[in-house]
């Protein structure tokens, strides 16, 4: 007899990935903190580069909002969010968005032709500083 919870539980520990998400004020100093589980990393290829490390560090860089509500503060303050990895999975799925829509027919099309090399792939800078590990 198959046995959903057991096989779907093999599996999310395959690949499960844990995201932490830090949320800095910019006001008040205080950081807030976030954490998404998911079964793969979906990146998207920015325009300035073509490579893995490339998509890993426009995802991974900090980015600065205007308009981030802050606990602390009790209202919208400028902040600065930055992703992190908490726990890495035994297989890494990397899902590349390299599709665009064409804007004068609808159709998607393919952004740019890319090259990945993954020998020598070190992904431990991409994890937080305080993760207990895998």
């Known amino acids: 007899m198959f046995c959903f919870n057991r096989t ?20 008040c100093s205080k950081s807030s903190f976030s954490f998404e589980e998911t079964a793969d990393l979906f990146l998207a290829l920015p325009e ?23 606990n602390e503060c009790k209202r919208s303050t400028m902040a600065e969010k930055r992703h992190s990895i908490w726990k890495t999975p035994e297989l890494l799925v990397i899902n590349i968005d ?23 792939f070190n992904i431990n800078e991409y994890i937080h500083e305080l993760s207990p590990g895998t």
């Open 8 to 27: 779907f539980g093999a599996i999310k520990s395959l690949f499960s990935i844990i995201l932490l998400t830090e949320t800095y004020c910019l006001s």
């Open 48 to 70: 300035n580069g073509k490579t893995l490390s490339s998509c890993l560090e426009y995802f991974f860089r900090k980015q600065r909002s205007s308009n981030q509500w802050c």
């Open 98 to 120: 390299k599709i665009k829509q064409n804007p004068h027919d609808g159709e998607p099309e393919i952004k740019y032709a890319t090259s990945f090399q993954i020998r020598d």
